[in-house]
């Protein structure tokens, strides 16, 4: 149990378009998500917290009008990144908080963004 | 501040043992994971400790001491395909998930 599903797994973009990346809970309800951006050898770094219905909370330095996260049902959560650029190129991740009572948090399988 | 530590890069022989060290800095503590994270694949989850002591399952062993601030994960057995990197995460009081960088460990032969 507890999978999350990433769509799509990679996309190639040109420069200026928007990437819609979606996370869902595949067998159980997460009323907690979780948005990760990785760079090439370094560590996860947390984008945002998305709870269902409400709005997200971005992290410093991440900016919101970018990078907009919607989280419509106890399902999906969605990242767009809008206007994406070269430096947008990354592996993003997504995560469902888990039912466990330490809050183990379950990884999507990542979205792999190549801005041209 | 927040602060995880654990050593960059490791290196191993196929068959022995190896463990990794993380210490923590954090507001507050609620326990503290180890991820295992093969190259282009998101994390997966290998243990959680929030009581002092050591948490075996199967080749792999997660240790926590809190009055220490520090935890290790012990690989055994080592097989080629433990080639990784290994997330240490601590969950503070507000349960956000603080990352380490990781360590990769190199197998070899």
């Known amino acids: 149990g507890a999978v999350v599903s990433q769509h799509p797994s990679w996309v190639i973009c040109k420069s200026g378009t928007s990437v819609k990346i979606e996370c869902r809970s595949l067998?159980?309800?997460?009323?907690?998500m979780f948005w990760y951006r990785q760079f090439p050898k370094q560590s996860l770094m947390l984008m945002a917290t998305?709870?269902?219905?409400?709005?997200?909370?971005?992290e410093q330095g991440v900016e919101k009008d970018k990078f907009l996260i919607n989280h419509a049902s106890l399902t999906l959560s969605t990242l767009t990144v809008t206007s994406a650029h070269p430096e947008d190129s990354s592996f993003y991740i997504c995560?469902?908080?888990?039912?466990?009572?330490?809050?183990?948090?379950?990884f999507g399988p990542g979205t792999r963004l190549t801005v041209l | 501040g927040q602060n995880i530590d654990q050593p960059t890069e490791m290196t191993a022989t196929e068959g022995a043992i190896v463990q990794i060290n993380c210490t923590y800095q954090?507001?507050?503590?609620?326990?503290l994971f180890w991820y295992q994270q093969h190259a282009g694949e998101a994390p997966t989850f290998l243990s959680y400790?929030?009581l002092d002591g050591l948490e075996e399952k199967g080749r792999f062993s997660s240790f926590l001491s809190r009055s220490k601030g520090y935890s290790y994960l012990l690989l055994k057995e080592l097989q080629m395909k433990d080639s990784a990197s290994y997330l240490c995460?601590?969950?503070?009081?507000?349960?956000?998930?603080?990352w380490g960088a990781g360590t990769k460990l190199i197998i070899k032969p």
């Open positions: 954090t507001s507050g503590f609620n326990g």
């Open positions: 400790n929030v």
């Open positions: 995560s469902a908080q888990g039912l466990a009572d330490y809050n183990e948090q379950f």
């Open positions: 998305s709870n269902e219905g409400s709005k997200a909370t971005y």
């Open positions: 067998d159980f309800q997460a009323t907690t």
């Open positions: 995460a601590a969950l503070d009081s507000n349960y956000q998930l603080i």
